[in-house]
């Protein structure tokens, strides 16, 4: 963040117990705010992928928000690639669910928590990162992130977006929102590894 940013917070607890913020922001880097705040249009992405996916249920990680709601699941959505010749590379989009359509595939009430990304795909929007190059990544995202061993790292609030690059490309990258209310670097590491 530059000193030249100024922002204004409303909070608002809904009936989850999860926290919803209203952000304005005068920031330099609106692109990476905009983008943690919403990374895909959910629905229309399972919409464009149909019933072609796997689903598990999960209690989620220490990372996941930790919601009040007993009333509560997290789903997490694998999506294979058309050529995909690795069973950990598919990817996965980790959903919080509640209420009477908790076990449906269609719910609009569903919150993103988590993407793994390892394959390009044209479906995810303005989140088809895979294959760009750091220098673009920079571009759209800035320059101030924490460096690790074999990627980067962006954060803001309670949102994580890591990366990780070879040979100056994006191999796979991973967007998770977490049960913190500032994420750290420390948290970032926690992460990655």
Not at 27 to 56: A, C
Not at 59 to 66: A, D, I, L, P, Q
Not at 165 to 186: A, C, E, H, M, P
Request: charged share 30%.
């Amino acid at each position: 963040m530059t000193e030249k940013e100024t922002e204004q917070v409303q909070i608002v607890v809904d009936s989850t117990g999860l926290k919803i913020e209203t952000v304005e922001k005068n920031s330099e880097n609106l692109k990476l705010t905009s983008f943690l705040e919403n990374p895909i249009d959910l629905q229309e992405y399972k919409r464009k992928k149909g019933m072609r996916v796997t689903t598990s249920v999960t209690s989620g990680t220490e990372y996941y928000f930790n919601p009040k709601n007993k009333d509560s699941i997290f789903y997490v959505y694998y999506y294979p690639a058309e050529n995909f010749d690795d069973p950990r590379k598919i990817d996965q989009i980790v959903v919080f669910k509640y209420g009477e359509n908790k076990h449906k595939y269609e719910d609009e009430t569903e919150t993103l928590i988590e993407l793994r990304v390892f394959n390009k795909d044209s479906d995810l929007g303005k989140a088809n990162l895979i294959g760009i190059s750091q220098t673009e990544l920079e571009s759209e995202f800035g320059i101030d992130y924490l460096t690790f061993e074999n990627g980067i790292g962006y954060s803001n609030k309670n949102t994580a977006l890591t990366f990780e690059i070879q040979d100056s490309k994006v191999k796979t990258f991973r967007y998770i929102k977490l049960n913190k209310d500032k994420v750290d670097n420390n948290l970032i590491q926690q992460i990655v590894e």
